[in-house]
């Protein structure tokens, strides 16, 4: 929590030496690249530092902002790659290319809709943990409750997107099979 001495320039950079690693970490993931996610951090931490004045929550903007930025780098991407494909889409190398990216997202899809599914506290719980890699305190202190309803959040949040990607599959395989 920031004390009232500290000055908004304080507190941004404390933001920035607290999240600049886990946020790279996260961003790289999406994009692949370390380089990409470098950039990315960047810009989402030149954002956050325009917007601070007006961001209750600076490192959730931080960490929002940057996975907005990496979507559009993914989005981007994809569309240069579809240009590539209409080139070499006879190509055996880019059709299985096109085959695991077609079933990434459709196992993001559904893992999406499992995790849409749970009640907001259990979704925000879980998202925090998962996708943020936020500790139990972290996730606790972020939401305001305790880390045993954190603990439960968590174990709800992988059995309901267990048990649903699971329906899922199975009534994907039943359609087709």
């Known amino acids: 929590m920031p004390t009232t001495s500290e000055s908004p320039t304080e507190i941004f950079t404390k933001l920035f030496a607290e999240s600049r690693h886990a946020l790279h970490r996260y ?15 960047q810009e989402a931490f030149l954002r956050t530092y325009r917007q601070r004045e007006s961001v209750t929550t600076l490192r959730a903007f ?83 409750i305790s880390a045993k309803t954190v603990e439960k959040h ?3 949040g992988l059995h309901e997107t267990h048990s649903y990607l699971k329906r899922r599959y199975n009534a994907t395989e039943r359609g087709h099979g």
Do not use: W
């Open 62 to 144: 931080l960490f929002s902002t940057a996975r907005n930025l990496a979507a559009n780098e993914y989005r981007h991407r994809r569309i240069m790659e579809r240009g590539a494909l209409g080139d070499f889409g006879d190509s055996l190398v880019n059709s299985e290319s096109l085959e695991a990216q077609l079933l990434r997202d459709e196992r993001n899809r559904l893992i999406q809709e499992a995790i849409d599914r749970l009640p907001p506290q259990c979704r925000a719980a879980f998202t925090l943990r998962v996708f943020h890699e936020c500790s139990y305190k972290e996730v606790a202190d972020r939401l305001g």
């Open 27 to 41: 961003i790289r993931r999406f994009v692949g690249s370390s380089e990409t996610a470098k950039e990315i951090v």
């Open 154 to 156: 968590i174990a709800r």
